[in-house]
């Protein structure tokens, strides 16, 4: 099972902010969902970050990228 973390920058007030980098780690029963190219997956991974008490990145963090086994790896 591969180690998935989405790397961005908060939004605050509708702004995305510089002056914070969030890593949010992927659950591993989440991570065949994360890795999908299917925006459904995308989102129903991100719906259910919050069940394992991590933040639902949709509208909250401008992603940068995504660390897989500790290599970046292009989002979108």
Do not use: Y
Not at 21 to 50: E, I, Y
Request: aromatic share 4%; net charge neutral.
């Amino acid at each position: 099972m591969k180690n998935v973390k989405i790397v961005g920058n908060p939004i605050v007030n509708g702004k995305v902010s510089d002056l914070a980098v969030l890593t949010l780690p992927v659950p591993p029963s989440l991570t065949k969902l994360a890795l999908s190219h299917d925006a459904d997956d995308w989102d129903s991974m991100c719906k259910q970050l919050p069940n394992f008490g991590i933040m639902n990145p949709i509208g909250n963090m401008n992603i940068n990228h995504l660390l897989v086994d500790g290599k970046e790896r292009v989002f979108h």
